[in-house]
Nanobody, 124 residues
């Protein structure tokens, strides 16, 4: 059983940056593909970024390419999401998720474990 704990959310002005972290425990982190999703109030949970177990394959939501960067440190059992040039529409609860295979996917149902989420609020 994998436990995921996100951190790093907060309030930031438009144009600013945040780095989210997701610490994993209870499993062999290097065997899991990881993903970041986000959910704005009243909306569905959307895919943000995914990274393979080794870090060699990375995928992004098309609309976020160039502003968001996903990375992982298998020695630290942590996955990161660097968010730059933040916009008010990036306001959401951000979740990390783990998939019990090497390849990341964009669909929520492909992920087996979820964190509790961290709030990101971008003011205009």
């Amino acid at each position: 059983q994998v436990q995921l704990v996100e951190s790093g959310g907060g309030l930031v002005q438009a144009g600013g940056s945040l780095r989210l972290s997701c610490a994993a425990s209870g499993g062999t982190f290097r065997r899991y593909a990881m993903g970041w999703f986000r959910q704005a109030p009243g909306k569905e949970r959307d895919f943000v970024a995914g990274i393979s177990s080794s870090g060699s394959t990375i995928i992004y939501a098309d609309s976020l390419k160039g502003r968001f960067t996903i990375a992982r440190d298998n020695a630290e059992n942590t996955v990161y999401l660097q968010m730059n040039s933040l916009k008010p529409e990036d306001t959401a609860v951000y979740y990390c998720a783990a998939r019990s295979t090497v390849v990341p996917k964009t669909q929520m149902e492909e992920y087996n474990y979820w964190g509790q989420g961290t709030q990101v609020t971008v003011s205009s």
